[in-house]
């Protein structure tokens, strides 16, 4: 995948999730809360994805490839989808 699509997906589910939770939170309107509840499922899902994926890349090739990849920046964005995700269901 394209790093680019692979930062928008995460972006766009990570902002899903947290208006989300601000919404059942605080404004106690619970109606998207099973669809809130999938999407930081496939949040979850997502950011194991990207961490197998480039840390994979951060052990196993040179300090170019890791640079040109991006994997630093897509490793966070799996640690972040991740603990996102989780804060969710718990």
Same mark, same amino acid.
């Given at each position: ?12 589910? @990570? ?14 309107? *619970? ?6 509840? !999938? ?16 840390? !994979?890349? !951060? *052990? ?5 490839? @890791?640079? *040109? ?16 995700? !989780? @804060?969710?269901?718990?």
């Amino acid at each position: 995948m394209n790093y680019i699509l692979e930062i928008s997906i995460s972006v766009i589910m @990570i902002a899903f999730v947290v208006f989300e939770m601000i919404r059942i939170n605080f404004f106690k309107k *619970d109606s998207n809360a099973l669809l809130a509840g !999938l999407i930081s499922m496939l949040l979850i899902a997502f950011g194991i994805y990207l961490s197998i994926e480039n840390g !994979l890349i !951060l *052990d196993y090739r040179t300090k170019e490839e @890791i640079i *040109d990849s991006k994997a630093e920046l897509m490793f966070s964005f799996a640690a972040l989808s991740i603990s996102i995700g !989780l @804060i969710f269901i718990l």
